[in-house]
Each structure stands twice: as structure tokens, then as C-alpha cells.
Antibody, heavy 125, light 111 residues
Framework: EVQLVESGGGLVQPGRSLRLSCTASGFTFGDYAMSWVRQAPGKGLEWVGFIRSKAYGGTTEYAASVKGRFTISRDDSKSIAYLQMNSLKTEDTAVYYC????????????????WGQGTLVTVSS | QSALTQPRSVSGSPGQSVTISCTGTSSDVGGYNYVSWYQQHPGKAPKLMIYDVSKRPSGVPDRFSGSKSGNTASLTISGLQAEDEADYYCCSYAGSYTLVVFGGGTKLTVL
């Protein structure tokens, strides 16, 4: 059974940093691109970014709203994906979901087929 | 404002059919056959219901179907059931620069 479990959310002040983790199980983690999608309270879904599998260079892509502030990485030996969030803004307040998959020619898939339960990040002073 | 436009809400009675639209542009929905749909119940994570416009993942009932015409994709749910009441989001590949765009979501109410 595929499982994705996010952790690391919490309350953080504007301008500070936070790192989220996504621990995967039930599939060969290294074979898949992994993505992050967020949802502000009462709002819709917003794609944050993804990291390709090592087979496609392990490169990353980001939404314009987070580019230069957020960094996604992965540790295939531990089946964990990370989202490093720097220079946080109040508008980054959201539930952050880890998902398997990407919308990407190189990854060969155009969907998010499994989602974690999400972790809430609140950016406030 | 979301990149893809969905109706804020739709409703239907049990057993009926409803269709949710998702309108984009030739740079996303109209340009690629990579539209997917996600169902989200309150307080839960989204669930993939349709991908590549009309394909259903294993385990998704065949009451759910997807289609596309021009710049508009559609999700049709036939034989509505109470458990279908949820928010539905469309999502599309949008090319190598923007990559991914979501719709604003549609709340489905089963009367």
C-alpha cells in the first residue's frame, strides 16, 4: 500500500525558514517524481513544485510564487522528499501535501496519483 | 484567480448526472491531453479520479468520466450518490514553462 506521510509543519514567523519532510512507503521511491501541492485555508489547490527521479537527473521545477525561496530535494536511500521553505510570507500559510507524480514530459506522467494527509504551515507574527 | 475556470458549485439529486466544466486556454487544456480531476472531501486529501482527460485509475467507479472539447474539459458523474458530495478540482499540464495549473474547484452538493 502506497503511503505518504508529511511532517514538519507548524507556526513560523514571517521571514523565517521551515523544512517539511515526506516519508514514503509501499513503492520504489527512487523510480518516481515527487511533488508538493498546497492549499490555503478555505482555498483551492496550488502546485508548489516537483523533483524528478534520479533517472531524469533529479532536477526540480517550481511555481513562480515560490521560485527562489523554496527548494525541493530527495533522499532515495531513506525514501524521503523534502521541501525547504525560506523567507516565508504570510501568504504561504497553507496545508502542504506531498504527492507522487508530476506533470512532466521527462517523468512521463501527468497526474498526482497518491497524496499524503498534509501538514499545516502557519506563517504569522 | 485560478488559471482554469470552474463553476463554484453544482448540484444534483441521487441517481441523476452532473457535469463539471473546466475552461482554460490553448496553452493548457486545449493544447494537451493531460487534464486530470481530483475529488476532495472536507478535511481530507485530494484523490485522483481522472487522468489524461478520460482515463480512470484502478478503483474509481465507472460512474466518473472525463472528456474534452477545445479549451474546455468536463467531468461527468452519473448515478449520483451521497458520497460523491465533495469538492472537485481540474488540473492541466500547461507547457514547459508554467507546467501545472489547477482550477478553482467546484463544490458538488447531492440534494
Amino acid at each position: 500500500e502506497v503511503q505518504l506521510v508529511e511532517s514538519g509543519g507548524g507556526l513560523v514567523q514571517p521571514g523565517r525558514s521551515l523544512r517539511l519532510s515526506c516519508t514514503a512507503s509501499g513503492f520504489t521511491f527512487g523510480d518516481y517524481a515527487m511533488s508538493w501541492v498546497r492549499q490555503a485555508p478555505g482555498k483551492g489547490l496550488e502546485w508548489v513544485g516537483f523533483i524528478r527521479s534520479k533517472a531524469y537527473g533529479g532536477t526540480t521545477e517550481y511555481a513562480a510564487s515560490v521560485k527562489g525561496r523554496f527548494t525541493i530535494s530527495r533522499d532515495d536511500s531513506k525514501s524521503i522528499a523534502y521541501l525547504q521553505m525560506n523567507s516565508l510570507k504570510t501568504e504561504d500559510t497553507a496545508v502542504y501535501y506531498c504527492t507522487r507524480g508530476a506533470y512532466d514530459f521527462w517523468s512521463g506522467a501527468y497526474y498526482f496519483d497518491y497524496w499524503g494527509q498534509g501538514t499545516l504551515v502557519t506563517v504569522s507574527s | 484567480q485560478s488559471a482554469l475556470t470552474q463553476p463554484r458549485s453544482v448540484s444534483g439529486s441521487p441517481g441523476q448526472s452532473v457535469t463539471i466544466s473546466c475552461t482554460g486556454t490553448s496553452s493548457d487544456v486545449g493544447g494537451y491531453n493531460y487534464v486530470s480531476w481530483y475529488q476532495q472531501h472536507p478535511g481530507k486529501a485530494p484523490k485522483l479520479m481522472i487522468y489524461d482527460v478520460s482515463k480512470r485509475p484502478s478503483g474509481v467507479p465507472d460512474r466518473f468520466s472525463g472528456s474534452k472539447s477545445g479549451n474546455t474539459a468536463s467531468l461527468t458523474i452519473s448515478g449520483l450518490q451521497a458520497e460523491d458530495e465533495a469538492d472537485y478540482y481540474c488540473c492541466s499540464y500547461a507547457g514547459s514553462y508554467t507546467l501545472v495549473v489547477f482550477g478553482g474547484g467546484t463544490k458538488l452538493t447531492v440534494l
